[in-house]
C-alpha cells in the first residue's frame, strides 16, 4: 500500500545542495488519491528535472495519474544551474520580427556544426517540436531577452536568429514550469516524492516494466505504474562514470549533485544499453578555483577572438602551443583542447601585455591580475620564463621554444599557426600564466531509444513500458560531438512534453 504523507522541503536540505533562488514551499505528496482504482500509476516519471517536469504537467492536464519521484529535495533538476539557453526554429516571436526560419534549417545546422554526428532521428523529432514548445513556454510567462532571438553565443553560430534565453537562465524556465506543475498539482493528479531516488525498476514475467522501487529515509518502497519514463538526467556530477564511459577525467566540478547517471544504470538493469562512448568533447575551458580535481570554477577568460582579438598565446603542458589564438570557430578550438594533455593549457604573457591589452577576465582589472598571479597557484608570475615554466609545471624548454617563434611570428607577420591577431612579442617581464581547465558539463552517453523514445535492448526491441528523455539519452544524441547551442534544454524540454502529450494512458495501454 502506498503510504500517505506530505513533505515540504525544509531549508536544511535546500542548503545541503546549495540550491539557488529554488521553491522551498513546493509539497511534495502521495496518497492523494492519485493513483487508479487498481493502484496503478498510468505513468511514473523518474525524475522532476527539465523534461520530466514538462512531462508531468502534459500528462497530467490529459487526465494521466502520474508519479513523479525525485532524489533531490527540490524540482527542477539541472534548470538551477543551467544558462537555459536554447534554440527553435519556427516560432511565432520569429514570425513577429520577420525572420524567416524552419525545422528543416535547424536540422540541418544541427547536422552541419555536429559534423553529422548527432542522431539524425533524435535531432528530427527534437527539432520539430522545438517551436511549440518555446511558443508554450512564452505563453505560459517566459520572457526571452529583449534582442533574442540571436544566432549564438558562446557556442557556434546559427545561419539563421534562433537562439533565446531569459534573464535568469534555466532558473527563467523553472520558474514557468513551477507555477503550471503547481496547478497540477492542485487537481490532484499528480503525486510528488522528493528525496526519494529510484533504485530499481519492475519488471513482469511477460518482461513489461509495471512499476519502480523507490528509496525514503532508509525504507524501500514500491509503485506499480503502467508507463515509466526516465527522465533522470545525466552523470555530469559523477567522476567516475566519466572515467567509465568516456574515459576523461572529469577536473571541474560545475553540473547539478544530483546528474549521477542513475537512470543509466537503471536502463541497463533490464536489458537497455548505453551508446555516445566516443563523443566526448571539452569546453575551451575556464578558470579554475584551484588546481585539485575536480576543482570549481573560479571565472572565465575572454577565449572568444570575436568579442576579444587575443594579445596572449596558449601552450599545454609541454610549452607548445595548439591553435591558432584567434581561431574563429569555438568548434575548432574545443576540437584543438581535446588531444592535449588533461585538456588543460595555460595562457601566457608578459607585463607589456598586461599593461596595453584589454583585460581578459570580466570585471578584473590589470591590478587584480598582478595580485591574484602572487599567490602562485592558478595564476603565475615569474621574472624569466624558465622560472614560470618551473612554478606551472610547464616543460621549460618547450616554452622557451615556442615563445621565441612566436615573436619571430610577430616580427616577421607570418605565424606558424596562422594567427592573424599579433600585436606584440613575449618579451618583457615580468612574466606572467593563468591555468585553463577544459571540462564538459553535459554528459555523453546516455540510455539507447528509438524514434519514438522508447527505451531498446541490443536487438533493437523496445522494452514494452519503458521510454527515456532528456540528457538521459546523452547529450551527443542532439548535439553530437559537438556544442551545438540549446539542443540540450530544448531537447528535453520538447520530448519531455511531447511524452506527456501523447503517451497513452489508458488501463489497457502499453507501449
Ligand atoms: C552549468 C550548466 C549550464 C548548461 N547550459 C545549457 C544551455 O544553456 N543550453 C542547453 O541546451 N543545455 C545546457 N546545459 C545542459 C542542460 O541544462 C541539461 O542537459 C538539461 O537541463 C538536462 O535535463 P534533464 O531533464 O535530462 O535532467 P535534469 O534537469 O538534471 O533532471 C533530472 C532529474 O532527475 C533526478 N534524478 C536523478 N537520478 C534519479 C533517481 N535515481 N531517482 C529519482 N530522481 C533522479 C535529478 O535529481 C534531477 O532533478 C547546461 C548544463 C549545466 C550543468
Redesign the pocket.
Known amino acids: 500500500m502506498i503510504d500517505r504523507r506530505t513533505l515540504l522541503v525544509s531549508s536544511a536540505s535546500l542548503a545541503t545542495v546549495g540550491l539557488l533562488g529554488s521553491r522551498s514551499g513546493i509539497a511534495a505528496t502521495v496518497g492523494a488519491g492519485a493513483t487508479s482504482a487498481d493502484g496503478f500509476y498510468d505513468l511514473i516519471i523518474?525524475?522532476?528535472?527539465?523534461?520530466?517536469?514538462p512531462a508531468a504537467i502534459f500528462a497530467s492536464q490529459r487526465g494521466g495519474r502520474v508519479l513523479l519521484?525525485?532524489?533531490?529535495p527540490?524540482?527542477?533538476?539541472?534548470?538551477?544551474?543551467?544558462?537555459?539557453?536554447?534554440?527553435a526554429a519556427g516560432t511565432r516571436l520569429q514570425r513577429e520580427l520577420g525572420i524567416k526560419d524552419s525545422a528543416d534549417a535547424h536540422f540541418d545546422d544541427v547536422m552541419r556544426i555536429s559534423e553529422g554526428s548527432a542522431n539524425p532521428e533524435i535531432v528530427r523529432l527534437a527539432v520539430d517540436q522545438a517551436a511549440s514548445t518555446v511558443d508554450w513556454l512564452m505563453d505560459i510567462g517566459l520572457k526571452p531577452l529583449p534582442e533574442h532571438p540571436v544566432m549564438g553565443h558562446?557556442h557556434e553560430y546559427y545561419s539563421e536568429r534562433r537562439y533565446y534565453?531569459g534573464k535568469d537562465?534555466?532558473r527563467s524556465i523553472l520558474a514557468v514550469l513551477t507555477e503550471q506543475f503547481e496547478a497540477e498539482q492542485k487537481n490532484g493528479r499528480i503525486d510528488l516524492l522528493l528525496e526519494?531516488?529510484?533504485?530499481a525498476l519492475l519488471r513482469s514475467d511477460a518482461g513489461a516494466i509495471e512499476g519502480?522501487r523507490?528509496s525514503y529515509d532508509g525504507a524501500e518502497r514500491v509503485y506499480r505504474g503502467r508507463q515509466v519514463l526516465l527522465?533522470?538526467?545525466?552523470y555530469?556530477s559523477n567522476p567516475a562514470l566519466w572515467r567509465e564511459l568516456d574515459g576523461y577525467q572529469q577536473h571541474i566540478d560545475?553540473?547539478?549533485?544530483?546528474?549521477?547517471?542513475?537512470?543509466l544504470r537503471?536502463a541497463q538493469s533490464i536489458g537497455g544499453y548505453l551508446r555516445g562512448r566516443s563523443m566526448y568533447l571539452t569546453s575551451f575551458g575556464a578558470i579554475p578555483a584551484d588546481e585539485s580535481s575536480p576543482s570549481a570554477i573560479k571565472t572565465g577568460f575572454e577565449t572568444w577572438p570575436d568579442r576579444r582579438a587575443p594579445w596572449e598565446i596558449y601552450v599545454n603542458v609541454r610549452g607548445e602551443r595548439f591553435v591558432r589564438e584567434d581561431e574563429p570557430s569555438v568548434h575548432r578550438r574545443e576540437h584543438s583542447l581535446l588531444p592535449q594533455p588533461d585538456q588543460r593549457y595555460w595562457i601566457v604573457f608578459d607585463e607589456a601585455m598586461l599593461t596595453r591589452a584589454p583585460s581578459g577576465i570580466k570585471d578584473w582589472s590589470h591590478a587584480d591580475i598582478r595580485k591574484a598571479a602572487v599567490k602562485q597557484t592558478v595564476f603565475y608570475t615569474a621574472a624569466t620564463l624558465a622560472e614560470l615554466a618551473q612554478r606551472t609545471g610547464i616543460d621549460a624548454q618547450g616554452l622557451e621554444y615556442t615563445v621565441r617563434r612566436y615573436n619571430d611570428g610577430v616580427a616577421s607577420g607570418q605565424d606558424l599557426w596562422g594567427r592573424q591577431h599579433l600585436p606584440a612579442p613575449i618579451a618583457t617581464g615580468p612574466f606572467y600564466a593563468i591555468r585553463m581547465q577544459g571540462f564538459a558539463?553535459?554528459?555523453n552517453v546516455g540510455i539507447a531509444v528509438d524514434a519514438r523514445l522508447r527505451v531498446i535492448d541490443v536487438r533493437g526491441n523496445p522494452i514494452p513500458g519503458l521510454h527515456a528523455?532528456?540528457?538521459?539519452?546523452g547529450?551527443s544524441q542532439t548535439?553530437g560531438k559537438a556544442y551545438?547551442?540549446?539542443?540540450?534544454?530544448?531537447?528535453?524540454?520538447s520530448l519531455?512534453r511531447l511524452l506527456g502529450q501523447t503517451l497513452p494512458l489508458k488501463a489497457s495501454a502499453r507501449t
Open positions: 523518474v525524475g522532476a528535472g527539465t523534461a520530466g517536469l519521484l525525485d532524489s533531490a527540490v524540482i527542477g533538476g539541472t534548470l538551477h544551474f543551467s544558462t537555459g539557453q536554447m534554440s558562446g534565453w537562465g534555466g526519494s531516488p529510484v533504485t519502480v523507490a527522465a533522470s538526467g545525466g555530469s560545475a553540473a547539478y549533485p544530483f546528474s549521477q547517471g542513475q537512470g537503471l558539463i553535459t554528459s528523455v532528456g540528457e538521459a539519452l547529450h548535439s551545438v547551442g540549446g539542443m540540450s534544454v530544448t531537447p528535453a524540454l519531455g
